[in-house]
């Protein structure tokens, strides 16, 4: 009976090897664009709940900024900053 080292030949190893080498490449494939659209995910949320929460606020004195997909995602990529910005711009632009 052959030992377990003796069966295996270089042939065997190197396709081990090849096997294990795709299997890396195919994960950080998947896990990247994972992260990317959780990241995305969490700022669009945290955009739209900032835009909400502001515009529940400041209703009593008639400000608010409107709910669409562009101002989610700059208030959502730039946090408070980005939400101020948007109140300068519209308050600049409606004098």
Known sequence: MQSLLEQLNINTVLAGLFVLAIAIVVTRALVVPAKF???????VLSGACLLLAFDIALQVVDV???????????????????????L????FLAF
């Open 88 to 91: 300068f711009i519209q308050f």
């Open 64 to 86: 608010f900024v409107p709910i669409n997909p562009l101002t989610v995602l700059l208030t959502g990529y730039l946090g408070p900053p980005g939400l101020l910005a948007l």
């Open 37 to 43: 659209a959780l990241r995305a995910g969490l700022m």
